[in-house]
């Protein structure tokens, strides 16, 4: 028996070049009733640790550095117990976010290309796919037919490249390179807003 997919909404402020925006994140969890892969990290533990329950967290997944996605990144790993794992090349956005309040707050494991997760039967690997961030990493489940992508890849196309360590080429080649190439039935669960799929997404790259 695979794992199953659990998705809570977080909401929260995302801050950019001096800004806020009041924004929506999604948190994915992976797992089964005994245990839990959990899949970003934004703006308040307390609903993610609701939609936890008593499952034991096996490991918490950021897909990029971005605030929004790691903000309670370390009240949750304080709760759980479970290691934080970040692509190193995202280390500078970390620091940018808990490097002042809390400087000895660090990730505590590298994530890079094809580091895989056990959890519940079902195995995710992951996919480095820089562009909206360096260390941006997308987690991609054959068994689950399905590859959570952060912020690379959304409903209607790539995600956002109008910011400091973002690049459009890049993030376009890597969608193309390691997303698109998968099986065209992979149901693509964002970092923000409603599914889509592998063929659904081919229309909307450039």
Known sequence: MSARIDQT????VFSLDGADFDVDNNVWLVGDDA????????????????AIGDRRVVGIVLTHGHNDHISAAVALREATGAPIWLHPADRVLWDMVYGQAHPDAVPD???????????????????????????????HAPELATV???????????????????????????IRSRLLTLHGDTVVKTGHGEDTTITAELRNIR
């Open 9 to 12: 909404v977080v909401s929260g």
């Open 35 to 50: 245990e839990v892969l959990v899949i970003d990290a934004p703006h308040d533990a307390e609903p993610i640790l609701e």
């Open 148 to 174: 959570f992508t952060g912020d690379t890849l959304f409903r209607g196309g790539p995600g956002a490249t109008g910011r400091s360590y973002s690049d459009k080429p890049t993030i376009l080649n890597s």
């Open 109 to 139: 494991r590298d994530l890079g290309e094809g580091t895989r997760f056990s959890v519940a039967g079902t195995t995710l690997t992951a996919l480095h796919t820089p562009g909206h961030s360096p260390g941006s990493t997308c987690l």
